[in-house]
């Protein structure tokens, strides 16, 4: 097996608080194959849009990627790369699309115009060829009468058109990998299905991977290769689509699995996880979802879970599943 | 000083000339012109005519034509303005009413007859005439001066919003302690230092008129900075030089053509207030106003001289502010109409 296009290594990411700094992210690792779907799922504030843009190293202001973390891509550490590298990796190797495809887009411009900024920054090309090279973009996200689109507003276009040209803004410099946060949350359900079908065949003749921040299962069931499970700063579970979906081993990955509508559960009461997520800084000794378990345990209170190997691809932090595991 | 003004004229007449022959191969601004005619015809074809006379009245030579009896006169330079009107012979005693045979106190007869279309003022000039030469001040003082506040104001305000920090502590101190010293105080202490005219009273005016704008354009690219489509672009690897020119600048044109017309025409009123205070541009609507002032109270009122001024001040500034207007609505697309 080949090294991983993208490795995370004992992430941690922080910010100031009160007294010292905080950690809001903390050692994550996590990898992604060439070409492979790795769903990054977690409840709002557990983190996962900091990672996100702790790999564009574009963290907001306060925040700090603390030593040792290591991001890997391809074999480079990012963290220690100078600034105009990383900008050429931005969008370069590595393309990103936002939850908000209404306010992403520069609201004075043609997004034809935008779209070739995208392509004209990291390769200069003839104006002509450049065009050509957009109208083939817009085409290949599937925006209708392209050539039409090109002098189309922001604001003339639906929120799935304004997504497709996100991501065909993205996509312009054929990226290894795109890293697409929350690409569907702002759309209409039909819409959604659309752009993640879009995500999927992308992946699949471009041979991008992709890094999809999501909370919904509903998404993850529909593109995801890998799942890795979130909360509050750390990785609770990870493992590939049919594992995770199948046979869930951490009681948050079973609770936010359940807490998914189904139609075959209608008329029924729709299960959730009681509480919320604790902030950073109020994070529990131990396991940080102990307070809302329905299992927990007291080891579970004082000492922080290893990761406990169930298959060759699944992994658990989680006390029970260690002992049920190991006996 | 002709020779520098006629040179100056012809680079503007053949810089505005590419300028149009750029803009008029770009299909967008092609169409916003001819947008902009469409909703503002009557305020373009005035400012289009202040503007000849502006830079008729910048043309001129010495010698030809007139006034050769005056030796002083004579090693004058004059424009084509002063050619049209030959302000030497073209005088009565005092004042006289709009197309009167006779003048008003006494009642002698004109030199000239019923040709002062709007009277003449206490030294016989002819109303007309100087209404006309004020043009070509207030486009200057407006103009001019705007020139030199708005790049300014562009430059500090936006490095300021965007950059933050040390860049925005310092721009803000320079801010405060100019707009802590109240500004006619020190319009007056700069054309003092400076000495009177034109160019001078125009610095002035730029110097103590930046801070507002700046202020604005620095609140606003504080506000654009966080937007989703400057992350967006950051994202995709823009520099930070790139997302200034093509992402904030353009979300803040609204404001500058605003600022502009609204500087525009507050400056050429402030130099009203400066003629006032007698530190003005000599020839200016001001100096004219101020000198209208005492003529109110006469009985029969002496009223021609307030208009001619007036009306020349009241058509730039509603040109200019009707024309800002609509160029606004057309460069947002938001509110530009699709023209066919």
Redesign the interface.
Known sequence: MSAPLLSLQNLVLSFPAESGRTAVVDKVSLEIARGETLALVGESGCGKSLTALAI?R?LPKPGRIEPPSRIEFDGRNLIELPVPEM??????AI??I?Q?PM????????VGRQVL??VL??QPLPRSAAHERVIELLQMVGIPDPRQRFYA?P?QLSGGLKQRV?IA??MAMRPRLLIADEPTTALDATIRAQILELLRQLSATTGTAVLLITHDFGVVNEIADRVAVMYAGMIVEEGSRRELLGQPRHPYAQGLIKSVPRPAARGGKLEEIKGVVPRPGRWPPGCRFAPRCPYAFDRCETELPQRTAVSPTQGVWCHLVEYEVHA | MSSLSNAVVVCLLIGAAWLLRHLWHDRYWRESGLQLWRRRPLALITLAVFLGIGLMDSIGWVGGGGGEDDEVAALRSRTLIDRLFQPERFTEASYSAPLAAVSFYGGQPLKYPGSHLLGTDILGRDVVYRALKGIRVALLIGGFTSLIVIPIALLFGVSAGYFGKRIDDAVFFVMTVLASVPSLLLLIALVMVMGRGTVQVCIALGITGWVHFCRIARGETLKLRE???V?????????DRRIIW??IL??I?HLIIITFALSFTGLVLAETILSYLGIGVDGSWGQMIDQARNELSRTPIVWWNLTGASVGLFALVLAVNMIADALRDI????TRREGQ
């Open positions: 564009m574009l900008r050429a990796i931005r969008g370069g393309g990103m936002f908000e306010t992403s887009l520069n609201p004075v411009t043609a900024e995208a920054l990291h507003y604001h996100m803004m993205a | 937007a989703e489509f992350d967006a672009a950051r994202a995709l690897g823009v520099s093509r992402h353009p979300n044109a460069i947002d697309p938001r």
